[in-house]
């Protein structure tokens, strides 16, 4: 569906904006909610692999189960066994001045907030910040990525079925209703997607004063440190770079090595890809989603030294993955997110001209650090800049629900995943309980002695 005009979009998304009129649920309706969406996706775990596939033009059936499906019903038990916990009000001691009085502070919902998914992984990405706002409490603005249309429908009809229409909608469309909902006066904005587009998101959120989270992208650097085992890396490097081919915001975009072991990385990263893809128009790899994307990834290996890391391929939807060694520094492709099979190989002399390499560019949303020597690796993480960082792996992070998971700077703004997703979609709310006899109750006119005692108390 490519959405309607500026203004019929505008209408459509105020009218589902105004039907958002639930109460806020407390936590019994929290874990229906939960429980509902989990026994819908659930059955719907072959409809969404279907419909991912299509819109992908060829997306391995396993890779939608592991990291769409599979990945949000674990999230989803993980926040139900322990929503409990997180509602619950914390007390806080008091200053003496309070003394009787008692205090305490409670996770209250943000209200009606909007989710703006993105395409590369459409139920994962769309539904994880869903589960956090409901298990907030909130009243939900759902937009899944025109890009994937198929999944979209499916998106909305698991909702539809599963949730309240006063609580979730779900609008379909293209960027119009997009903007339009970026333009509403809710009280959050969650989006995921691209830089430059979340930069359009955030200033038109800013109007209305709507805080904003967003989770982008950027160039994820991978550092094999001087001792690395390669052909471990290798293996970890191209398992990451190549799931999904490698449209992944966290995919590792760029290798720094050793100078003098450049030639055995570059072997080793030959051998890890064929073994992991020893047919790659088999069903293990999936497509380059849009065409633009195939012709942009093209125009990147312009005048670089690219090496195949698979068989010549046919035109189609899938694409080739390639090692590029020693890129040109002031080329498009060091400057732009790559979101596809293509690897850049960047020598480097000392570990401290790497780690100067990295923290010179924009904070990369993941870090990946390769070395034998924990104490190295961790040395690296510190003094490093990232989003996250993973070390010896790739991609595994993201999938623990017990770590935050987003960017800073133009890798995004916040966080979300297990608590820090119920954290982004609440906001703290201090309630008080006076008593008549507490202290502080004596700074009232009309001033005499006491007050003037009190003063002289406090400034001591």
């Not at 969404?48 to 992908?56: C, N």
């Not at 570990?351 to 923290?359: D, Y």
């Not at 949303?365 to 790739?394: H, K, Q």
């Amino acid at each position: 569906m490519d959405g309607g005009t500026g203004f019929e979009a505008a209408a459509r998304v105020r009218g589902a904006f105004d039907a958002l009129t639930a109460p806020a649920p407390d936590l019994a309706g929290r874990r229906s909610h939960l429980s509902a969406l989990r026994r819908a996706v659930q059955e719907a775990a072959e409809p969404l692999a279907a419909a991912i596939d299509a819109d992908f033009g060829g997306r391995p059936r396993v890779e939608t189960m592991m990291a769409e499906v599979a990945l949000v019903l674990a999230h989803i038990d993980w926040v139900l066994g322990r929503l409990k916990r997180w509602t619950k009000a914390r007390r806080v001691a008091l200053p003496p001045e309070f003394l009787g009085a008692s205090g305490r502070v409670e996770r209250v919902p943000l209200g009606r907030v909007g989710i703006i998914g993105p395409w590369n992984y459409p139920v994962q990405l769309t539904l994880m910040p869903l589960v956090a706002a409901l298990a907030g409490g909130n009243r939900v603005l759902l937009k899944p990525s025109e890009v994937t249309p198929r999944t979209a429908a499916e998106l909305a009809r698991i909702a539809g079925a599963a949730l309240p229409p006063d609580l979730v909608r779900v609008i379909e469309g293209g960027t119009e209703e997009a903007r339009a909902i970026a333009e509403l006066p809710l009280d959050g904005l969650f989006f995921t997607g691209s830089t430059r587009t979340g930069r359009m998101v955030a200033a038109a959120a800013a109007r209305n004063l709507v805080p904003v989270t967003l989770e982008l992208g950027g160039k994820s650097p991978a550092i094999l440190l001087p001792d690395v085992d390669l052909a471990e890396a290798a293996r970890s490097l191209m398992a990451g770079k190549l799931f999904s081919a490698g449209q992944t915001c966290v995919a590792p975009d760029y290798v720094l090595v050793p100078r003098s072991r450049m030639q055995e990385a570059l072997a080793a990263i030959q051998g890890a890809t064929r073994a992991l893809y020893p047919d790659p128009m088999g069903p293990d790899y999936a497509a380059i989603a849009r065409p633009q994307d195939r012709d942009r990834l093209k125009g990147l290996l312009q005048g670089q030294r690219a090496v195949p890391l698979m068989e010549p391929m046919p035109p189609a939807p899938r694409l080739g993955a390639w090692a590029v060694v020693d890129p040109d520094a002031d080329s498009a492709l060091m400057h732009e997110e790559i979101f596809g099979p293509v690897l850049p190989l960047v020598p480097y002399d000392d570990p401290a001209q790497a780690e100067a390499f990295v923290n010179a560019r924009p904070c990369p949303l993941a870090l990946y650090v390769f070395g034998r020597n924990r104490a190295a690796c961790e040395g690296v993480v510190a003094r490093v800049r990232s989003g996250g960082a993973l070390i010896n792996d790739c991609l595994l992070h993201v999938a623990a629900h017990a770590l935050p998971f987003g960017g800073a700077g133009e890798s995004g703004l916040g966080t979300y995943h297990g608590h820090e997703g119920f954290l982004t979609f609440t906001r703290p709310r201090s309630v008080m309980v006076a008593s008549r006899l507490m202290p502080a109750r004596l700074a009232r006119p009309p001033f005499g002695a006491t007050v003037e005692r009190i003063i002289r108390f406090l400034l001591r």
